[in-house]
């Protein structure tokens, strides 16, 4: 079964400092994967894709299909970086369903 | 453009009340998704809508939620009897049509049913 796993509940980093959020998925296919981000008392929002190979508010993803990855890096966390982060991966054969991971709390600390 | 809206955005009801949901989606959009977000599970898929039409249900738990979406503009997700593991904040999110997958989930505020 399609499968998104962030190992870590909770990660806490200092300002200024690199940070790695981890995301790995299980998928027979060719993944679509997507990571989405919540700030405190806003809407969760699309942060980036891995297809755009873009990087968003210094935020980069790659996709690694050896490992089954595609963890978000920046590297320096900013205190307005401190959020819910979420993992997404769609199946090509079936573009509708997005399956979230569990999510990722974020935390900045100044 | 508001956005999905999502209404109410809190809610508090009693074990055994029903409870409705509301949501509406970005105009033009063909899908529209609704989850459930708890500390325990993260943010779990319960049903999906293209065109109007349920696409996929497996998501949701029990017999006790229905969803429904009579036009393009509107849906609702009701729970009857409500119980209290229901607590949860659910989420309702719409996306335009891309075949390639090339496509962003738009997310409403959430309502944040506590039942007691």
């Known amino acids: 079964a399609q499968r998104v796993t962030q190992p870590e509940k909770l990660l806490s980093v200092f300002k200024g400092a690199p940070v790695e959020l981890k995301c790995n998925y299980s998928?027979?296919?060719?993944?679509?994967l997507f990571w989405y981000v919540q700030y405190s008392r806003q809407r969760l929002q699309l942060l980036l894709r891995?297809?755009s190979r873009e990087s968003i508010k210094g935020f980069t993803a790659d996709l690694n299909k050896g490992e089954t990855s595609f963890h978000l890096k920046k590297p320096f966390a900013q205190e307005e970086d401190s959020a819910m982060y979420y993992c997404?991966?769609?199946?090509?054969?079936?573009?509708?369903?997005?399956?979230f991971g569990p999510g990722t709390s974020l935390s900045v600390i100044p | 453009d508001a956005g999905v809206i999502q209404s109410p955005r809190h809610e508090v009801t009693e074990m055994g009340q029903e409870v409705t949901l509301r949501c509406k989606p970005i105009?033009?959009?063909?899908?529209l998704f609704w989850y459930r977000q708890t500390m325990m599970r993260g943010l779990e898929l319960l049903i999906y809508?293209?065109?109007?039409?349920?696409?996929?249900d497996s998501g949701m738990p029990e017999d006790r939620f229905s969803a429904k979406m009579p036009n393009a503009s509107f849906s609702t997700l009701k729970i009857q009897p409500s119980e209290p593991r229901d607590s949860a904040v659910y989420f309702c999110?719409?996306?335009?049509?891309?075949?390639?997958?090339?496509?962003?989930?738009?997310f409403g505020p959430g309502t944040r049913l506590t039942v007691l």
């Open positions: 105009s033009g959009h063909d899908y």
């Open positions: 891995h297809i």
């Open positions: 997404a991966l769609t199946m090509k054969t079936s573009y509708d369903k997005v399956i």
């Open positions: 999110a719409s996306s335009p049509i891309d075949r390639r997958g090339h496509y962003e989930q738009f």
């Open positions: 809508f293209n065109n109007n039409v349920p696409i996929d």
């Open positions: 998928y027979s296919g060719s993944p679509e």
